[in-house]
């Protein structure tokens, strides 16, 4: 496994992060020992590196996955939409509970709109500043599907890590081409910033072309690490086969390309809009009474599960 430090942090990690969203209840919903084992088993090959959010509830996968595994050097990134000082920091405070660490590699100002919302959230960045002062977080980060945001956060001294959706075909990007995502990542890595991905496989739309989808990530000499959702041993062994410039096995590989994943909605939807409002792709929308989804559009990251007060939307 090949290792990198993020941009101009002192944190050294690995090329493959785990996607830690996949193994929780918006997506999987593994029993917790089962999703720990699937996380374990890829700390034990050499991903030291692994993304989370409060949204994700995955700090009990996460917590246990570091009981049982050789690997204790992981590097823990997660992130939250909270917008106010004393918010962001009973956030930061409850990861490090639940994970049961005194330290979190990265926290990050969850999914970026703009400049604007970035101007909204200017408390909760305050206080993840203060926090890193305080040393229980290494570095401050932005998540984002706007190519706005990475250009926003390059004039910012005070982030330290972007993590932007790139894929081949830039699916989930909201302003902007994959050339346009490109380019403000070029330019932030060359400002110093730590660029780790998301989404290669464009939440499992690409899967037909991972390879293809992987290359094109990690032949970019501006992303340092990779985020990729996995729910199981397979699929951990597979990824970091390709990451450390291995040929997977093809009948595995076979097998992961022909699963089909969809998001789900239960007949007893009310159609009340939450999750409408809640998607940043507008990838769902009520159409007479119920949810329906734009398959072009979804990139399956099951956010929009969260907000559903009836729990009827699931990715299967």
């Known amino acids: 496994m090949e290792y990198v430090r993020l941009g101009k942090t002192n944190l050294v990690v690995s090329r493959l992060c785990f996607g830690g969203l996949t193994v929780g209840p918006l997506q999987a919903n593994m029993d917790i020992e089962e999703g720990a084992k699937v996380i374990a088993a890829a700390f034990d090959?050499?991903?030291?590196?692994?993304?989370?959010?409060?949204?994700?509830?995955?700090?009990?996968?996460?917590?246990?996955a570091m009981e049982i595994s050789k690997n204790k050097n992981i590097v823990i990134s997660s992130k939250s939409y909270d917008y106010t000082y004393e918010g962001m920091k009973e956030s930061v405070l409850e990861a490090l509970e639940?994970?049961?660490?005194?330290?979190?590699?990265?926290?990050?100002?969850?999914?970026?709109?703009?400049?604007?919302t970035l101007k909204g959230h200017s408390e909760a960045l305050r206080y993840l500043i203060d926090a890193k002062k305080m040393g229980i977080i290494d570095a401050v980060g932005v998540s984002t599907h706007a190519v706005e945001v990475v250009e926003a956060a390059v004039d910012m001294d005070e982030i330290d890590v972007i993590h932007p959706i790139i894929n081949i075909k830039g699916l989930g990007i909201i302003d902007g081409t994959i050339d346009d995502?490109?380019?403000?990542?070029?330019?932030?890595?060359?400002?110093?910033?730590?660029?780790?991905?998301?989404?290669?496989?464009?939440?499992?739309?690409?899967?037909?072309?991972?390879?293809?989808?992987?290359?094109f990530v990690l032949d970019n000499p501006n992303i340092h690490s990779v985020a990729v959702g996995m729910q199981s041993l397979e699929e951990v062994y597979t990824n970091i086969s390709i990451f450390e410039g291995k040929n997977p096995d093809e009948?595995?590989?076979?097998?992961?390309?022909?699963?089909?994943?969809?998001?789900?909605?239960?007949?007893?939807?009310?159609?009340?809009?939450?999750?409408?409002?809640?998607?940043?792709?507008?990838?769902?929308?009520?159409?007479?009474?119920?949810?329906?989804?734009?398959?072009?559009?979804c990139v399956l990251c099951g956010y929009c599960s969260a907000y559903c007060p009836q729990f009827c939307i699931k990715i299967v």
């Open 45 to 64: 090959m050499g991903v030291n590196f692994i993304d989370t959010a409060k949204l994700y509830k995955t700090y009990p996968y996460i917590k246990r």
């Open 98 to 116: 639940e994970l049961g660490v005194k330290k979190v590699g990265i926290f990050s100002l969850h999914e970026q709109e703009s400049r604007l």
């Open 181 to 215: 995502m490109l380019k403000a990542v070029e330019k932030a890595n060359k400002c110093g910033k730590g660029i780790y991905s998301m989404k290669p496989l464009g939440g499992g739309n690409l899967m037909s072309k991972s390879m293809e989808c992987f290359k």
């Open 251 to 297: 009948d595995v590989l076979l097998r992961l390309k022909n699963r089909n994943r969809k998001l789900h909605i239960d007949y007893w939807c009310i159609g009340c809009g939450e999750c409408e409002r809640a998607c940043k792709n507008k990838a769902i929308k009520v159409v007479e009474g119920k949810a329906k989804v734009d398959k072009d559009k």
